[in-house]
């Protein structure tokens, strides 16, 4: 069974521009959740969804945005990138429904924002 | 909303002691608290999970214990080998909406030296 499937695995973008991360899960893993992880903030959540709802969004500001798609595909965007928005990218999908259940993370997308 | 605290951020220990790292999170309604593991630039994977009706939970040389009172969850590991050395993240999941979310710890990187 393949694994989390993130692209693209790196990208550099200057500050003002805008990007946009793709996560396809493991097949039959409806939930989907991103996470920014920095080496000061260790793993911070930026939202969850499960059937194309966001069930659930972290502090992180409006450029901050995602969506899931019927084949429970998953994006998310920023936009007006800032140099703190440097970070590793990770989705994760599971199985549950309900919350409460394994993380199965794709290895992340790395953002440098110049 | 949910913090959660993980102590210490650097962990040393020679092969074959035992290492526990400690978390204390503060919603009193968190009732899922896994542990990931991350190895250098790998993904996170879930090592170990306990749930709040239960107290302690062993699998092999790791474990997790729970004491809800004090809103605080540690992870054991006994026999370390080289092969533990990795950054470990606790993590905390509530109820209603915000059990579709995960807070992590910022990590406690554990050097096993031989």
């Known amino acids: 069974k393949a694994g989390v499937t993130q692209t693209p695995r790196y990208l550099i973008k200057t500050r003002g521009q805008q990007v946009t991360l793709s996560c396809s899960p493991i097949s039959g893993h409806r939930s989907v959740s991103w996470y920014q992880q920095t080496p000061g903030q260790g793993l911070q959540f930026l939202f969850e969804y499960f059937s194309e709802t966001q069930r659930n969004k972290g502090n992180f500001p409006g450029r901050f945005s995602g969506r899931q798609f019927s084949n429970s595909r998953s994006e998310m965007n920023v936009s007006t990138l800032e140099l703190g928005d440097s970070a590793l990218y990770l989705c994760a999908s599971s199985l549950s429904t309900s919350g409460g259940g394994e993380l199965f993370f794709g290895e992340g997308s790395r953002l440098t924002v110049l | 909303g949910e913090n959660v605290e993980q102590h210490p951020s650097t962990l040393s220990v020679q092969e074959g002691d035992s290492a526990v790292i400690k978390c204390t999170y503060s919603?009193?309604?968190?009732?899922?608290f896994p542990w990931y593991k991350q190895e250098l630039g790998k993904r996170p994977q879930l090592i170990i999970d306990?749930?709040?009706?239960?107290g302690e939970k062993k699998d092999q040389r790791i474990a997790v214990t729970l004491n809800k009172t004090a809103k605080h969850f540690s992870l054991h590991i006994t026999e370390t080998q080289p092969e533990d050395s990795a950054v470990y993240f606790c993590?905390?999941?509530?109820?209603?909406?915000?059990?579709?979310?995960?807070?992590f710890g910022k990590g406690t990187l554990l050097t096993v030296n031989p």
């Open positions: 993590a905390a999941s509530g109820s209603g909406g915000s059990n579709y979310k995960l807070t």
């Open positions: 306990i749930r709040s009706n239960v």
């Open positions: 919603d009193s309604a968190s009732n899922y």
